[in-house]
């Protein structure tokens, strides 16, 4: 049975979770017969893509919910809609989805006109896990459960926001699929961290991430300070770019911490890749130190390639390492905590081995096949409750 499903996309990233996430599962859902047209609000680097996995794309004004409660941010709102739900639906109107499945809860064009028009509505909540300002999050968490047939949350950790406000009912926990034979598959090359010059003797720390604040990059750099004290070939990559005022200041700042603690020449700045299956297979250790994070993308990748991984101990990271036993735990936004687990790892190549194996196998759970058959799934669940079959 062939599904038509509408997609709302309030960003067309060069490298984003929530874009990856989109493009993976479509791979997987349009050979099973999933009929996908995909909403963007302006032409970005995901939109080829999207297409080239033959999914029709439009290009549509999109209304972006802030965490704001202010007049002005009220206008803002009532403006951008009076503009963007009326084109949302005449393209409903034209495309006659089965569904229209919003990828990411700020985009809320999708929602209101899927109400308008009695279309069952899917909401992705790809968001953090930081339920703030609580009083606005309590009302978004009403509006998004009100008006959705169902909800996906990417983690445990996320879906807790809803259940935590009685609002868990329409809830269901869906991973981020990862293409796990792309992972797997990839070879180590001395290449790619011959770019980063990095010889074949050293040991390679890295992280994936936007620099962006939340992903608390300044604990990875302290971290990375305290491990180099002493003569020894540790190297450290920081793979990301940075986006917009905000985070061109914070990479910035970044630089310059690492200059203050005489850790800059230990530090290469690769910039945003789309090779992360390379990118993967050339650490021996994979760190992430972000701040309630609503799934950890990169970490599910770093184990599907058999590094081991060092999180923090806080949002759904916890949830992919399961209490250190598929990877391991540090205090967030304590470097000497961070410091003290790599170099457990740094120090014993058992543990190293170890919890590689064991990312292997928790990978198995972000499975894209797996992903794709079960949002499927709740597609056609919703397509027979509406029809009483």
């Not at 990839?186 to 390679?204: D, K, Y």
């Not at 985070?247 to 890749?273: F, K, N």
């Not at 759904?316 to 790892?345: C, K, M, T, Y």
């Amino acid at each position: 049975m062939t599904v038509r499903v509408l997609y709302v996309n309030p960003f067309s990233q060069e490298v984003s979770g929530p874009d990856e996430s989109l493009r993976v599962l479509l791979g997987r859902l349009i050979p099973l017969g999933v009929q996908a047209h995909v909403v963007v609000p302006a032409h970005g680097p995901q939109v080829d893509r999207y297409r080239g996995l033959g999914a029709e794309v439009h290009i549509l004004p999109l209304t972006v919910l802030r965490r704001r409660a202010s007049i002005g941010e009220l206008l803002r709102l009532t403006r951008s809609v009076a503009v963007s739900v009326p084109s949302m639906i005449r393209l409903c109107r034209q495309i006659q989805p089965d569904i229209v499945h919003t990828n990411m809860e700020v985009a809320i064009d999708g929602l209101l006109a899927a109400r308008w028009l009695a279309i069952p509505h899917v909401l992705h909540y790809r968001g953090n896990t930081l339920d703030e300002p609580r009083v606005v999050f309590d009302l978004l968490v009403r509006f998004w459960t009100g008006l959705s047939g169902r909800v996906f949350c990417i983690s445990e950790a996320t879906a807790g926001l809803f259940r935590s406000r009685d609002r868990g009912g329409r809830t269901q926990v869906i991973y981020n699929p990862v293409e796990l034979a792309a992972f797997q598959g990839a070879e180590r090359e001395q290449t790619i961290r011959s770019e980063w010059g990095v010889g074949p003797q050293s040991l390679l720390v890295g992280t994936v991430a936007r620099l962006h604040p939340r992903k608390d990059l300044g604990t990875f750099i302290r971290a990375a300070a305290l491990l180099s004290r002493g003569d020894r070939k540790l190297r450290f990559v920081v793979i990301g770019a940075a986006a917009g005022e905000e985070e061109r200041a914070y990479a910035e700042q970044l630089r310059e911490l690492a200059l203050e603690l005489e850790v800059a020449d230990r530090i290469h700045w690769a910039g945003a890749r789309r090779d992360i299956p390379r990118v993967m297979k050339a650490l021996d250790i994979f760190v992430l130190s972000s701040r309630h994070e609503g799934f950890g993308r990169v970490v599910a990748e770093a184990m599907a390639s058999g590094c081991p991984v060092v999180v923090s101990d806080e949002g759904a990271l916890p949830e992919l390492v399961e209490g250190n036993r598929f990877g391991v735990e540090a205090r967030a936004g304590d470097p000497a905590s961070f410091a003290a687990q790599i170099e457990r790892l740094i120090a014993d190549p058992s543990a190293r081995a170890h919890f590689a194996n064991a990312g292997r196998e928790r990978s198995q759970a972000f499975d894209s096949f797996k992903v794709a058959d079960a949002v499927l799934a709740t597609y056609r669940s919703l397509l027979e409750s509406r029809t009483g079959s």
